[in-house]
Every structure is written in C-alpha cells, then in structure tokens.
C-alpha cells in the first residue's frame, strides 16, 4: 500500500465491489417481485377461468369443469405442479384437493409449503349466478415455485450481467485514466532525478496541472532554502578559516620566538604570549563548535527542564575570579523561587555564558555588570545590563552576524558571542534584544517561554 497507484485502484475497486453488492442485492429483490407478480397474474388468471366455469344446473346443483386451459397456463417446461380448490360459502368441497391452504388476502399470491414443497397460492372469490343467497365460491390456486424460481434468476443473471460489463468497463476506463492521471507526477520524478547531484535551480510549475503546482512551488522553495544554507555554510567555513588563520599564524611566530630567544625574561614573555594566543583559538574552536551545534537540525530536539535562576547563578560564580581580577562589581538580582524554561539545556547555558562573558569582556576595570532574572506573565525574562561602550543602535542587527565586530572594538573577540545567542534563543522560542542602559552601555532582554 506504499504506492499511490496501488491505492487509488484499491479504493475504485473498493467502491465498485460495493456498489455492485448494493445493486445486486437491489435487482435480487426486483427480480424477485417481477416473478411472483407474473406468477399471481398467472394464478389470478388460471382462478378467474376456473370460477367463471362453475355452473348452477336448473335442480339447484353445483356442476365444476375443470377447463384445461386453466392448467396449461402455468406449462413452462419447469414441470410445475398445478393444485387447486373450489369451495362453496358455506365449506363445501366442490372439486380439488380439501387440505389446500388459502392465501390469507384475497387476490393476493402468498409463498406457503404443501405437501413438502414451496408452492404460490393465491385465492380469488368470484360470485355464481343461482346459488343459494347469491353467495361467492372461493378458487384456490397453487403452483409449484420451479417456473417461479427460473424466471426471477433468468431476470437476476441478466441484470448482473449487464452490471458486471458496465464495471469492467467503468474499470478499464479508471485505470487508464489514473494512468494518464499520474504521468505528470512521473515526469516531475523524473524530472528531478534528471538533475545533477548539484542541481539546485527551480522547475516551471507549469510542467504540471494546476492541482500538482504548490508542490512544485514547495520544491523550489525548498531548493531555495538549501541554496542559502549551502551559501551560509561556504561563508562559514570562510570566515571560519579566516578567523583561525592570524591566531594560529601568531602562534606559529612566537613559538619560533621562543624558540630562538635565548634571554630568559623574553623567553617567558613569548611563551605567555604563546599561551594567550593558544587561549583564544582554543576559545574560537569552542565557539565555533557551539555555533555548529546551535544550528537549526543539528542535534535531536531536546526539552529539558532547567531552573534559569540556578543556570544564571552558576554561570555568575564560575565567572566572579575573572570579575574579581579586573575589579568589576558583577552582581544578580533574582528571586529565590525558580524560574522553569524548557529547551536545549546546554545550550541555554551556552547563550547565558556568551551574554556574560560578552559583558565582561567589553566593561571597562573598575566597570560593573548586573544580571536579573525574573518571571513576566509567562515569559522568563534574562537581562544583562553592563557600562561598556554599548553598541551603535544602527549596528544592532549586523551584530548579531557571525564574526561581526563593531569597528573600533579593541577588547578581545570573534564576533560569535551574539551569533550564538541568536540561534539558542529562537530554537527555544524566544526573542533578544538590545537597548541602551541606563548608565550608559548596554543592556541585553532575553524573553523566553516559561515553563
């Protein structure tokens, strides 16, 4: 049932099989009812024959004869058997077999047994001149149902068969039709499998009828969105290289400077500097990992539960020894209840490091960064507020481009910090902006849904 077309011919067959059904059982009961109304017009008749020949001689009695004719009607070449009672008003047997059931309704044909065997009965009363009050006699007439039985199948199997060419046809007519019905959709798949492994430009909808269209507009739009991540991903590993190619170039230098370097002193001071640079690339390769992993489709959606008031206190103290070193007063302002969000869990902690750790980096000694956390309706709200140098507010959308720097930044930085931040918070749902603080610098809202 995986292919389309096995389907759609399993459901036309389904519905053809039950209208036959229907109609079969519709045209059983049609025969049915055209062979017993031949059957009691044949019955009525063969009464009314009998009826009309019974007598009253001038002694007052009853004389029945039996006309031929009133029994040769029902000679179809089924050898049906023919009974039949003549009976006065008042329960005298004239001719006929005694023990004949009656129909219960007058001129109306009944299906009964007698003797052993199905047989149609119908009576009919019919009134003799010169019998005593005037009154009716009763003709009974009964037939076996062979004759009965081989006119309605005779009428059944006709139907049927006509039925059954009228579906054969209906069906030959639906195959082909599905066929042709399904040749664009397989021109479209070979259309596509036509392209080369690189192939990425969009088809003309109009290869195909109006209702496959929004489907050839969702493969463009698909191939599309494969072309910008195709062309980010080149940029990425462009800037990438870019980004690692002086730090490990200046590291490739002062080794050989410290290599060389036969003073003591200077040989500690390059090899600190060595270390440094070592530091930061090692920090660039952790960013750029996080960045990786921060991308939409690279890792299993996951919904972890985390306490945003207990990540940020963490991420605060694991932070206090640089703060301490550089004089900054870093502070929280948070309730003690905690404050549920529900997401990637490491990399929410990710994006409050980066925010954090861009705080610090950009605060002058002696400076101050303030982180707040707190709960806004159904939103968990994340601020930090630094007296920095801020950012130019026409600057605020590139920064958050990977390895934008504002120009005439000096403090060290890859320009991935708020990249990272970005992706974290809207694969949580959320939204980050940046303002002017206060105090001057800057102040960064996290909003994210709150668990």
Request: charged share 25%; hydrophobic share 40%; with cysteine.
């Amino acid at each position: 049932m995986s292919s389309l077309r096995v389907q759609l011919l399993s459901w036309m067959a389904f519905t053809l099989v039950g209208a036959i059904c229907v109609n079969l059982y519709i045209s059983f009961q049609t025969a049915s009812a055209t062979s017993d109304l031949i059957t009691d017009r044949t019955l009525t008749a063969s009464a009314r024959v009998i009826a009309e020949d019974v007598m009253v001689d001038e002694s007052g009695n009853v004389r029945v004869e039996i006309p031929p004719s009133a029994l040769e009607m029902f000679d179809t070449g089924h050898r049906d058997r023919v009974y039949y009672q003549v009976m006065t008003a008042w329960g005298n047997l004239l001719t006929g077999f005694p023990d004949l059931p009656r129909s219960v309704a007058p001129d109306v044909g009944e299906d009964t047994l007698f003797r052993g065997e199905p047989v149609r009965v119908l009576t009919l009363f019919h009134p003799v001149v010169g019998l005593r009050d005037e009154s009716d006699i009763s003709v009974t007439v009964a037939v076996t149902q062979n004759g009965n039985t081989s006119l309605r199948n005779r009428l059944w199997l006709s139907d049927f068969t006509k039925q059954l060419v009228l579906v054969l046809l209906a069906g030959l007519v639906a195959t082909l039709g599905l066929q042709r019905g399904l040749a664009p959709i397989l021109r479209l798949r070979d259309l596509v499998r036509a392209r080369g492994s690189t192939s990425l430009e969009p088809m003309e909808p109009e290869i195909v009828q109006t209702e496959l269209r929004p489907l050839v507009h969702a493969l463009n739009d698909h191939m599309e969105r494969v072309q910008n991540q195709m062309a980010a991903q080149r940029r990425f590993v462009s800037n990438a290289a870019h980004q690692l190619r002086t730090p490990l170039a200046l590291i490739s230098t002062q080794a050989s400077v410290a290599a060389r370097e036969t003073d003591p002193d200077k040989r500690d001071e390059a090899l600190q500097a060595l270390r440094n640079s070592t530091k930061q690339v090692t920090r660039l390769a952790s960013q750029l990992l996080t960045l990786s992993r921060a991308e939409p489709g690279s890792r299993r959606p996951r919904k972890d539960r985390i306490d945003l008031v207990a990540t940020g206190r963490l991420v605060l103290e694991n932070h206090a020894e640089y703060a301490l070193r550089r004089a900054i007063d870093l502070g929280l302002e948070a309730d003690d209840a905690p404050i549920w969000i529900e997401g990637d869990g490491t990399m929410l902690r990710e994006m409050v490091v980066n925010l954090l750790d861009n705080a610090l980096r950009y605060t002058p000694d002696q400076g101050m960064v303030t982180m707040r956390i707190q709960r806004d309706g159904t939103y968990a709200l994340l601020q930090i507020e630094d007296n920095g140098p801020g950012i130019p507010e026409p600057e605020r959308a590139q920064v958050f481009e990977r390895f934008y720097r504002v120009i005439g930044t000096t403090a060290e930085g890859s320009g991935l910090g708020l990249a990272i931040v970005r992706d974290v918070v809207d694969g949580a749902g959320g939204r980050v902006t940046l303002e002017d603080a206060l105090g001057g610098g800057l102040l960064v809202t996290v909003r994210l849904p709150a668990a």
